[in-house]
């Protein structure tokens, strides 16, 4: 086989082609490094006495469905300029790895298409080896990730596995990249982050979060030029949520089976937007019965409504006369949800207006949360949390293309 196939194939130079054989299905290509190509491993001198050598084998990339396993004596020798004695350098390869840097390449390249056990089982290598290039890889790319370029994030957190464990998330808006992982929720989990920023003297101009108080407080102390921007599906959840709370209470208080009956069952009819409901059902037409059976209910459902209007108002002036309108109206129905939600979203008025100066949301980061709860799924749970938040660094650049 010509030296030049060594190099094109599978990325060794400076190393001279020996043999090839056949052995219990596996392809062995024999390969040594010239004598004269010998050089220090610290001075790079030429002046060198020959200490003995050691075979090693390292695998490559496949020929077909064929492993192909690489074996070269790896020289030691003794520098006559600087006196060291130690093995030369293996160009090919990492000297603490048993597969060759094209390999490597190799796997990492399958791996943007394909899960962990997928690559392993086309290589014919273990799990550990392909996680364990997938984590050196992301460790190099995506461990510190930079963030002096910054200036719209979204935060939310994320429950991951049983016993409320979760994960603090932080997104770039601009990139979609996610920039942070953090260990559990509320203030502390984002203190690394927040020291990472000051070190990189990022300028933060807006950051979309829901009305977390310790999320709040977090960024007001550390980000105190940053506008924050609250939500709103965050909040219209936090609406439906009470909405929902309403319905249970009117259906334990309805005085006879019929009205139970007409309650029953429009939980999620009271949670859809109305452009939502299905024209060839009958969802209409029960939504209906249920608002009309009850005055409370009705009121809080259409206050629903009007609160939604609020995100489409044409400039910040009137949602904010729309705002303050929708306050006045929550306190004046008598109404202890409305009351309350009024009471939370009057003190948090600031930063649902602050929508207009920077129309953002954790919508995109939402989306990510699903994708990390795929990934979750995907791996049956993850035993190393570092590769864990690598992979979330990562899933921008993620394709599934071939699995499944």
């Known amino acids: 086989m010509p030296t030049s196939l060594l190099y094109h194939g599978f990325g060794i130079i400076g190393y001279q082609y020996v043999r090839t054989f056949f052995k219990q299905g596996i392809i062995w290509f024999k390969i040594k490094k010239d004598r004269f190509s010998l050089r220090c491993p610290v001075c790079n001198s030429w002046k060198l006495t020959l200490r003995g050598s050691i075979n090693r084998v390292f695998r490559s990339i496949p020929i077909g469905k064929k492993p192909v396993l690489i074996e070269c004596p790896i020289q030691r020798i003794e520098c006559r300029a600087c006196g060291i004695i130690r093995q030369v350098k293996i160009a090919f390869a990492d000297e603490r790895r048993s597969y060759t840097k094209a390999f490597e390449r190799y796997a990492l390249e399958l791996s943007k298409y394909m899960t962990i056990s997928d690559v392993a089982k086309h290589l014919g290598v273990s799990w550990d080896t392909i996680k364990d290039i997938q984590k050196r890889f992301l460790q190099r790319r995506f461990s510190k990730p930079k963030l002096n370029n910054l200036?719209?994030?979204?935060?939310?957190?994320?429950?991951?596995?049983?016993?409320?464990?979760?994960?603090?998330?932080?997104?770039?808006?601009?990139?979609?990249?996610?920039?942070?992982v953090g260990d559990g929720r509320g203030a502390n989990s984002l203190k690394p982050f927040f020291r990472r920023l000051k070190a990189c003297h990022a300028h933060i101009e807006a950051v979309a979060m829901d009305m977390s108080p310790s999320y709040i407080s977090s960024v007001k102390e550390n980000l105190p030029d940053a506008l924050i921007v609250f939500d709103h599906f965050h909040i219209i959840?936090?609406?439906?949520?009470?909405?929902?709370?309403?319905?249970?209470?009117?259906?334990?208080?309805?005085?006879?089976?019929?009205?139970?009956?007409?309650?029953?069952?429009?939980?999620?009819?009271?949670?859809?937007?109305?452009?939502?409901?299905?024209?060839?059902?009958?969802?209409?037409?029960?939504?209906?019965?249920?608002?009309?059976?009850?005055?409370?209910?009705?009121?809080?459902y259409y206050m629903k409504e009007d609160l939604r209007q609020i995100w489409d108002?044409?400039?910040?002036?009137?949602?904010?006369?729309?705002?303050?309108?929708w306050i006045d109206k929550a306190r004046i129905s008598k109404i202890d949800i409305l009351s309350d939600l009024a009471d939370s979203i009057e003190k948090h008025k600031e930063g649902i207006l602050a929508y207009y100066d920077y129309p953002i949301s954790t919508g995109p980061l939402e989306g990510t949360n699903n994708k990390i709860k795929t990934l979750q799924r995907q791996a049956y749970g993850f035993r190393d949390m570092v590769f864990f938040k690598l992979k979330i660094c990562a899933l921008h650049l993620t394709k599934y293309a071939l699995t499944g």
């Not at 939310?156 to 464990?165: C, S």
């Not at 005085?255 to 299905?278: A, H, I, Y």
């Open 151 to 180: 200036k719209l994030i979204a935060i939310d957190e994320i429950t991951i596995g049983r016993g409320h464990r979760y994960l603090t998330v932080v997104l770039d808006l601009i990139s979609g990249a996610v920039v942070f």
């Open 237 to 300: 959840k936090m609406f439906n949520d009470k909405l929902a709370e309403l319905r249970r209470s009117l259906q334990r208080e309805a005085e006879d089976d019929s009205q139970q009956k007409v309650l029953k069952g429009t939980r999620w009819l009271l949670l859809k937007n109305p452009e939502n409901l299905r024209k060839q059902s009958d969802e209409h037409q029960r939504l209906q019965s249920a608002l009309e059976l009850n005055k409370p209910l009705a009121t809080a």
């Open 313 to 325: 108002q044409r400039n910040k002036t009137v949602a904010e006369a729309c705002l303050s309108a």
